[in-house]
């Protein structure tokens, strides 16, 4: 359910909050054991927040913007007092002492929190096969993965358990889970959104963002995530926009740059490519100017990310020794012992492979070889995007080069699955912001997604461009899919 129907139930007064709210506990209790999008609900304190809105209706006092919205957040995005898993055995018992920005953010719009949402273990993976519990089903067929990290967020939205949800997006765990499962995910400019109380994965890429039914929800909820915040130092200062003004603006003349290199990819599925360039022709005749651009280093992308993710990751989780967080393991002799236990049992496999392949290029006489040399084509690949804006207004690429995958079919082999962050992992390189909107379906009726990349700052851009398009297309008419 969009945010519109939503608000129609409420003020129509068909149903009341607390009613809606408990419809979609009651969904999400009947229904979830076959998606497994929840880790876990909160289920109490989303009534006690849903009847403080249905006070404040019938008093006619004036309403937060996201009033009586349930939303659904990501496991690895710290909610006080509620478990902050990361679908880890290492925080499997980890009750946050504080709430992250964003969501505070959310809930001080007047937002519902309705639970936290299963994602690949510590956010690392395209599949959400890697979690603590279990793995996360795609609505459009079970057998089928969510894409991931936060595949529990997508698949939430899809499936109707709740009206948006937040996830992450390091290297694309947001767009990506979003065009396997037929939603709308925007991945913020970096800096856009604080960080803080977001569990760290790779700090110079991770940013907070939507995962919604539509378009405008996204933008209600960029808006009211987004800002400068004292407890994160690169979080933007910038004035916030609202974005829902100019998502109608005619896109007449708007120039969209079509980047080469990807519709060229070997690995690009012919029936993605196909839906994304009938996407492309309608921009056309929407009246938008189509130009082909160059991006020399864009395939680059993933050997760059998959040095400088796991190096940063290695930083970042050796905090979990098993003292100042998370599981310890009972047998270590002496500390030592008992550090590399707790990391070997509480960590998942995936975890340990990047731990690893970071902590080796970040290791003297290898850093120039690898880490250093990354960051360099990290500049290279910045700067492609900077000369392609000098040309065009938005960047339009497919978010992922095939549709949802089979469950298992990559969990042996994680450079296959590493490839489907091709298309997404460049922007998180460049930080710039990037929207993936359902374009079509392929044959076997699985929903295909667009990418408009922007410049940095200029969400409003890519946000009109793809309203324009999602209310011209009309891709995905009946949202609930239970
Ligand atoms: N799939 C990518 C990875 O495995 C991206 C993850 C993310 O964005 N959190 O690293």
Redesign the pocket.
């Known amino acids: 359910m969009n945010f519109n129907s939503f608000r129609k139930e409420i003020f129509s007064n068909n149903a009341s909050v607390k009613e809606l709210v408990n419809d979609i506990f009651a969904k999400i209790d009947q229904k979830d054991p076959e998606i497994n999008s929840y880790i876990c609900t909160t289920k109490d304190s989303a009534i006690s927040q849903a009847e403080n809105i249905d006070k404040l209706i019938q008093n006619n006092e004036d309403l937060p913007p996201l009033a009586g919205i349930p939303i659904a957040v990501k496991d690895n995005i710290c909610t006080k007092g509620v478990a902050t898993t990361c679908a880890s055995k290492m925080l499997k018992n980890f009750v946050a002492p504080y709430e992250a920005t964003a969501s505070s953010k959310l809930w001080s719009s007047g937002g519902i929190c309705l639970g936290k949402t299963n994602l690949?273990e510590f956010?690392?993976?395209?599949s959400t096969e890697t979690s603590l519990f279990g793995v996360t089903s795609n609505p459009w067929d079970i057998n089928r993965v969510p894409g991931?990290?936060?595949g529990g967020s997508a698949a939430s939205v899809a499936a109707g358990f709740c009206a948006a949800a937040i996830g992450?997006?390091?290297?694309?765990?947001?767009r990506?889970p979003a065009s396997f499962c037929g939603v709308v995910g925007l991945k913020p400019t970096y800096g856009r959104v604080s960080r803080w109380g977001l569990v760290a994965?790779?700090s110079s890429?991770?940013q907070i963002g939507p995962i919604t039914n539509t378009v405008s929800d996204a933008a209600e909820i960029l808006y009211s995530i987004s800002g400068k915040d004292p407890f994160d130092s690169t979080c933007l200062d910038k004035p916030v926009p609202n974005y829902l003004a100019d998502l109608n603006k005619s896109i007449k003349g708007l120039k969209i740059g079509i980047i080469k290199e990807c519709f060229e990819h070997p690995g690009l599925n012919s029936e993605v490519k196909e839906s994304v360039l009938s996407g492309v022709d309608r921009f056309k005749t929407l009246g938008a100017e189509i130009i082909e651009v160059e991006c020399p280093r864009f395939n680059d992308g993933i050997a760059t990310?998959?040095v400088i993710?796991p190096s940063e990751a290695s930083a970042n989780l050796a905090r979990y020794d098993g003292v100042k967080y998370g599981y310890r393991s009972n047998d270590g002799l002496n500390l030592i012992d008992m550090t590399s236990k707790s990391r070997a049992e509480g960590f998942g496999d995936e975890v340990q492979r990047?731990i690893l392949i970071g902590t080796y290029a970040l290791s003297a006489g290898y850093t120039d070889a690898y880490y250093k040399k990354a960051q360099k084509v990290r500049t290279l690949i910045r700067k492609d995007f900077d000369n392609a804006f000098k040309k065009v207004d938005l960047l339009l690429t497919p978010t992922c080069p095939t549709t949802a995958f089979l469950k298992g079919d990559f969990v042996n082999d994680p450079l296959s699955?590493?490839l489907?962050?091709l298309l997404?992992?460049p922007v998180?390189l460049a930080g710039l912001p990037a929207i993936s909107i359902p374009c079509g379906f392929d044959t076997k009726g699985l929903p295909i997604g667009m990418q408009l990349i922007g410049n940095v700052l200029e969400e409003d851009r890519i946000l009109n461009a793809a309203n324009i398009f999602e209310i011209d297309a009309q891709v995905i008419n009946n949202r609930a899919l239970f």
């Open positions: 690949d956010a690392m993976g395209s991931g990290s936060s992450s997006d390091t290297g694309g765990s947001i990506q994965f790779a890429l991770d990310y998959y993710a990047r699955m590493y489907s962050d997404t992992v998180n």
